[in-house]
Each structure stands twice: as structure tokens, then as C-alpha cells.
T-cell receptor
Framework: LAKTTQPISMDSYEGQEVNITCSHN???????ITWYQQFPSQGPRFIIQGYKTKVTNEVASLFIPADRKSSTLSLPRVSLSDTAVYYCLVSPNFGNEKLTFGTGTRLTIIP | KAGVTQTPRYLIKTRGQQVTLSCSPI?????VSWYQQTPGQGLQFLFEYFSETQRNKGNFPGRFSGRQFSNSRSEMNVSTLELGDSALYLC????????????FGPGTRLTVT
């Protein structure tokens, strides 16, 4: 599995757009990029998944450049409730691969 | 659909004892994965079961074991508990076919004294 590198922590003010970048230089052709969000003492929650270019859902956007060696999770107009740890994962979208979570990015939203 | 449920939510055991944790996946999901989360090691993959067969295994000692039943419910067992086994144990389910969208349960907080 490709390893990922994310900033350990980030701070942002309420109402701003937050971009968290994940580096995955060894991503393979059949790897997908998935982001999870985790609040304290809860299980991670799936946010978004993508393969290339841009993916958007009601929660976030995921930007993936052409070389796919990095990806950026974008959270629009964050609120205090977005304070959490965000994990970037890279893996094939097959059923028989195990997932490896990195250290994640601890995002703190400041009022 | 009901989410992933885990029982018990909290557990206190003493060293040397064994413990069994239970996970009920989302209806229709055939894959159940278990993770251990500690402040020092983060989220670590324990094992995955798909259709009652262990499909993947992480780097944990043999004291950690699991199984899956025909209704996809899963249990994990830890024998001869050590202080370092204190952690949040998370279960996640997914369809198991092609999607990596996993749904996590609330976890079982195990404290070993």
C-alpha cells in the first residue's frame, strides 16, 4: 500500500475554507484516495473518495492533480463541529485489501 | 438502515484475563474489520473477515483472534490481557465487494488494570 504524509495539525477560524493536503508519491495505478474524519472516542467516518481530478459531495471536495502524487481535501466554511482528525488513505478499490491509517491531521477550528 | 453496533461499549478487565468483543455490521455487509486505536500507535488494523473467512490480518500477536458468523456478526477475542491492550477497539463493515467505504461502529473502550 502507498504510504501517505499529512500535516500533523492545522488550525483555522470558523467560516474559512480549509485545505488539507496529503502526499502519496508511490500511489499505484489502481489506487484510490479516501478521506475519513474522526471525532474523539468515535469511529472514523467516511468523507469522500476519488481517483483523479475533482470529486465533490455535500460535505467536502477532493482535488487530485494529474500525477496523483498528492490530494487535497477541501472543507468549505468550517464550523467548530469540524474539529476532528482527518485521515488520508490510499489503496486499491478491491475488496481484499486491508486499509492502513496514518497518523492523520488534527484540525482545530477556532471561534 | 441501522449502523454498526458494538458491545459492550466499555469494559474493565485485569491482566491475564480474556475478553470477547462483539460487532454487528450493517445489514447486507459481508466484510467486518477490526482495529485497535491507542494514543501512541494510532489506528492499527487487526484483521478482516469476509463471509466467515479471515481475509486479511495485521501485525498483532496470536492472543488476538476473531471469527465471523453466518449472519456476518463478528467477535474478537483477546486472551491473557496485558496493560498495553488498553485501547479503543473499533469494528467497521462494508459490502466487501468493491467499495472501500467503511462504516465504523462507536467502539469498545477496553481498560486493562
Amino acid at each position: 500500500l502507498a504510504k501517505t504524509t499529512q500535516p500533523i495539525s492545522m488550525d483555522s477560524y470558523e467560516g474559512q475554507e480549509v485545505n488539507i493536503t496529503c502526499s502519496h508519491n508511490n500511489i499505484a495505478t489502481n489506487d484510490y484516495i479516501t478521506w475519513y474524519q474522526q471525532f474523539p472516542s468515535q469511529g472514523p467516518r467516511f468523507i469522500i473518495q476519488g481517483y483523479k481530478t475533482k470529486v465533490t459531495n455535500e460535505v467536502a471536495s477532493l482535488f487530485i492533480p494529474a500525477d496523483r502524487k498528492s490530494s487535497t481535501l477541501s472543507l468549505p466554511r468550517v464550523s467548530l463541529s469540524d474539529t476532528a482528525v482527518y485521515y488520508c488513505l490510499v489503496s486499491p478499490n478491491f475488496g481484499n485489501e486491508k486499509l492502513t491509517f496514518g497518523t492523520g491531521t488534527r484540525l482545530t477550528i477556532i471561534p | 438502515k441501522a449502523g454498526v453496533t458494538q458491545t459492550p461499549r466499555y469494559l474493565i478487565k485485569t491482566r491475564g484475563q480474556q475478553v470477547t468483543l462483539s460487532c454487528s455490521p450493517i445489514s447486507g455487509h459481508r466484510s467486518v474489520s477490526w482495529y485497535q486505536q491507542t494514543p501512541g500507535q494510532g489506528l492499527q488494523f487487526l484483521f478482516e473477515y469476509f463471509s466467515e473467512t479471515q481475509r486479511n490480518k495485521g501485525n498483532f500477536p496470536g492472543r488476538f483472534s476473531g471469527r465471523q458468523f453466518s449472519n456476518s456478526r463478528s467477535e474478537m477475542n483477546v486472551s491473557t490481557l496485558e496493560l498495553g491492550d488498553s485501547a479503543l477497539y473499533l469494528c467497521a463493515s462494508r459490502t466487501g465487494q468493491t467499495s472501500y467505504e467503511q462504516y465504523f461502529g462507536p467502539g469498545t473502550r477496553l481498560t486493562v488494570t
